[in-house]
C-alpha cells in the first residue's frame, strides 16, 4: 500500500503521488469527517483505498480501525473502426466487424442497418461482444449504410461503414 493523504499531529501532508495536485479531504478534519475526494479521474486511479483512523493512546485494534473501499473508474469506448471482410459481391458472405480500442467495462457492439431500409441485428448473424456482423449471400438491395454502436456503462461511440453490393 502507498499512503496519499494523512493528518497527524494537526497537520495534513498530501504524498507526492500522482494524486496530489488532484486530491484532498473533503471537510475540515475537524468535523470527524475524513471523506477524501479525487478530481479528474483516471483509469489508473482504480484500486483498493484504504482508511486507517488511530486515535493517540488508544488500543489499535486492525479489524475495528481500517475501512476499505474499492474504486473503478469507467471509461466511455473510443470511436471504433468499421471494416468490412469479404469481397461485396452478389451471393457472396461478408463480415462487418467493429471494434474500439478503448473503454472499461469492455464495450458491447450494436450493428443497424440506417434508413431508408432501417435493419437491427441479433445473433447469431451478430456478434454483440465481439462486434461482427455476418451478412449471408448477398443481394443488391443489401447495399446501404450499416452502423456500429461501441456502448457500456460511460458511454458510447459510433462508426459506419458504407456497403455497396
Not at 52 to 74: A, E, H, M, Q, W
Not at 110 to 122: G, H, I, K, S, Y
Request: proline content about 7%; glycine content about 6%.
Amino acid at each position: 500500500p502507498v499512503q496519499i493523504l494523512s493528518y497527524l499531529g494537526g497537520v495534513v501532508k498530501v504524498e507526492e503521488t500522482d494524486l496530489k495536485p488532484r486530491m484532498g479531504f473533503l471537510y475540515s478534519v475537524l468535523t470527524h469527517n475524513i471523506s477524501l475526494f479525487i478530481n479528474a479521474t483516471r483509469e489508473q486511479d482504480s484500486g483498493q483505498y484504504m482508511c486507517s483512523v488511530n486515535v493517540v493512546d488508544d488500543t489499535i485494534r486492525l479489524d475495528k480501525n481500517v475501512g476499505i473501499i474499492n474504486l473503478t473508474v469507467l471509461v466511455p469506448p473510443a470511436a471504433p473502426t468499421c471494416q468490412l471482410h469479404g469481397s461485396a459481391v452478389v451471393g457472396a458472405n461478408v463480415t462487418l466487424s467493429c471494434s474500439s480500442k478503448k473503454g472499461k467495462p469492455s464495450p458491447m457492439y450494436q450493428w443497424q442497418r440506417e434508413p431508408p431500409t432501417l435493419q437491427v441485428f441479433f445473433p447469431p448473424a451478430q456478434d454483440r461482444a465481439r462486434g461482427t456482423l455476418k451478412l449471408t449471400n448477398l443481394s443488391l438491395e443489401m447495399s446501404g449504410v450499416y452502423v456500429c454502436r461501441a456502448e457500456n456503462q460511460a458511454g458510447s461511440k459510433n462508426c459506419s461503414i458504407v456497403l455497396e453490393v
